[in-house]
Structure formats: C-alpha cells, structure tokens
C-alpha cells in the first residue's frame, strides 16, 4: 500500500485536528481499515533530513473497526514552532514488529500575529 498525499494548513499558536478514515479497497470493494490492535504516530520536519521534528498526538478512534486516526497538535506546542513549510507523515504501528505509512504531505505553518 502507497501513502497517501495529502496537504495541511496549521495556524501557529491554535489548536490544530484532523479526522483521517482510512479505508481497503480490497476485491473492488472500499470498506473502512480495521485498525483494532494498532496505534498511530505522526511528526513533521522542516526537511526530510533534518534532525529537529515535532511530534502530533495520535490516537485510532474506538472502536479501531471504523478506521479513524485523529491527529492534532495544542496550541501550546503550535506556538514555539516556528512558521514555513515542513514534511509530515502519518504511521500505524503494532508493536514494534509492523509500520505502516499512511499519509504523506507538506503542512504549512502560517504565522501567528496576535500574541
């Protein structure tokens, strides 16, 4: 399975959220992910190489049949990123015995004026 792309905005110093149901299209057939028994992580960089990253808090959405990922970041942790274009991914994980990548992008971090 290819990740899928997908661009974001985030207003630096709000609160940010987005809802990702993912989905199998198996036998012509689209049905949502079971992600019962995985958990979820996303970061993003200002480059793909870059050492600095910042962590979203990830959580699959109970019941995991659904498959929805919920991903945000507080404004607390918005605030002291600085504005410009990064890279992010979105991973599901088991254990430490299987990754998957989901989604892929570039999120723009627009500047905070009121502070």
């Given at each position: 399975m290819t990740a899928g792309t997908y661009?974001?905005?985030i207003d630096q110093?709000?609160?940010?959220?987005?809802?990702?149901?993912i989905?199998?299209?198996?036998?012509g057939n689209t049905a949502a992910r079971d992600l019962t028994g995985w958990s979820a992580r996303a970061s993003m960089r200002a480059?793909?190489?870059?050492d600095t990253s910042y962590d979203f808090d990830c959580v699959v959405i109970?019941?995991?049949?659904?498959?929805?990922?919920?991903?945000?970041?507080?404004?607390?942790?918005?605030?002291?990123?600085p504005a410009g274009?990064?890279?992010?991914?979105?991973?599901?994980y088991k254990g430490t015995s299987s990754v998957l990548r989901l989604?892929?992008?570039?999120?723009a971090l627009t500047r905070e004026v009121t502070r």
């Open positions: 661009n974001l905005t110093g709000s609160d940010f959220s987005t809802l990702f149901s989905t199998d299209t198996g036998s480059t793909l190489e870059s109970s019941p995991g049949i659904t498959g929805k990922i919920k991903m945000s970041l507080p404004y607390t942790r918005s605030l002291n990123i274009i990064y890279y992010y991914d979105l991973e599901i989604m892929q992008g570039q999120i």
